[in-house]
T-cell receptor, first 115, second 109 residues
Framework: DAGITQSPRHKVTETGTPVTLRCHQTENHRYMYWYRQDPGHGLRLIHY???????DKGEVSDGYSVSRSKTEDFLLTLESATSSQTSVYFC??????????????FGDGTRLSIL | KQEVTQIPAALSVPEGENLVLNCSFTDSAIYNLQWFRQDPGKGLTSLLL?????REQTSGRLNASLDKSSGRSTLYIAASQPGDSATYLC????????FGTGTSLTVIP
């Protein structure tokens, strides 16, 4: 399995509090992604990174920020959590979308509940 | 924006049956198409990746095909087993990865 670790795996917090999720990889892959998975919506891209300090928005980026100060770490921050951000969050990595034989690998997810 | 659709949303079959899962996408300008399996409460496991220049890819009892011109991919599972029960997702790779909502498969012993 690809070396991807998400932390924490589970978190319960209150509306209005800041939350940071961490994704750590040992594969030295260039691209890292944060998705959220909700019933009826599938996986939706929040933000992605194509290198250290290089990030871009995905489909559902409002209310989220990211940072990548090292190749191996990609952080997702909810500045002021809302109940609509209750979801399962997945981190993924890939060498590139353009290298056509390079698959995307996923972490085990973080289940976040905001009360 | 790429739209990826998977039909049916759920499928139930008896053990031993061969089955086909469908994935359609609106933009044919993709680099590859990937099929994943997701077990309840777990992450996604990559099953097969078909490059844009390929027509199909095989792994064991799984065979995935790709027809870019029609915007379709299929995942064929031969001789289904109860252990195949899971949700199967496809993802089209363009400038980003775009996912379908998945097909939930139940194989009945």
């Amino acid at each position: 399995d690809a070396g991807i670790t998400q932390s924490p795996r589970h978190k319960v917090t209150e509306t209005g509090t800041p939350v940071t999720l961490r994704c750590h990889q040992t594969e030295n892959h260039r691209y890292m992604y944060w998705y959220r998975q909700d019933p009826g919506h599938g996986l939706r891209l929040i933000h992605y990174s194509y290198g250290v300090k290089d990030t871009d928005k995905g489909e559902v980026s409002d209310g989220y920020s990211v940072s990548r100060s090292k190749t191996e770490d990609f952080l997702l921050t909810l500045e002021s959590a809302t109940s609509s951000q209750t979801s399962v969050y997945f981190c993924a990595i890939s060498e590139s979308t353009e290298i056509s034989n390079q698959p995307q690998h996923f972490g085990d997810g973080t289940r976040l509940s905001i009360l | 924006k790429q739209e990826v659709t998977q039909i049916p949303a759920a499928l139930s079959v008896p053990e031993g049956e061969n089955l086909v899962l469908n994935c359609s996408f609106t933009d044919s300008a993709i680099y590859n198409l990937q099929w994943f399996r997701q077990d309840p409460g777990k992450g996604l496991t990559s099953l097969l990746l078909i490059q844009s220049s390929q027509r199909e890819q095989t792994s064991g009892r799984l065979n995935a095909s790709l027809d870019k011109s029609s915007g379709r991919s299929t995942l064929y599972i031969a001789a289904s087993q109860p252990g195949d029960s899971a949700t199967y997702l496809c993802a089209a790779a363009g400038n980003q990865f775009y996912f379908g909502t998945g097909t939930s498969l139940t194989v009945i012993p």
